[in-house]
């Protein structure tokens, strides 16, 4: 299984982002984490690619969306009235099994991306 994360970047408070994650092989979920400073790895979200059902921490509900694109085997997370305190490196990860909110992480990883969120 391989994980191609893009986008992230710099963006003002209330602003927003998207985050992809092209995956290869053979998964049931995919799904996002995120690492800031001095903090411990946090689950964001993940999906289930097969039936769509989703799963987000409480500290981004409303605000972030995670969704799918079978046919591109991509995940797409767009990140909506962005705060400061998602300044993080976002991390894509799959997992062949559904444990919201994955405590002990996903089986696969791919390299993080940084998303910063200036006030």
């Known amino acids: 299984v391989q994980l191609q994360a893009s986008g992230g970047g710099l963006v003002q408070a209330g602003g927003s982002l998207g985050l992809s994650c092209a995956a290869s092989?053979?998964?049931?979920?995919v799904g996002w984490f995120r690492r800031a400073p001095g903090k411990e790895r946090e689950f964001v979200a993940a999906?289930?690619?097969?039936?769509?059902?989703?799963s987000y921490a409480d500290s981004v509900k409303g605000r972030f969306t995670l969704s799918r694109d079978n046919a591109k085997n991509t995940a797409y997370l767009q990140m909506n009235s962005l705060k400061p305190e998602d300044t993080a490196v976002y991390y894509c990860?799959?997992?062949?099994?559904?444990?919201?909110?994955?405590?002990?992480?996903?089986?696969?990883w791919g390299k993080g991306t940084q998303v910063t969120v200036s006030s």
């Open positions: 990860a799959a997992d062949k099994g559904w444990y919201p909110p994955f405590r002990y992480g996903m089986e696969y």
């Open positions: 092989g053979n998964t049931y979920a």
């Open positions: 999906i289930a690619w097969r039936t769509g059902k989703t």
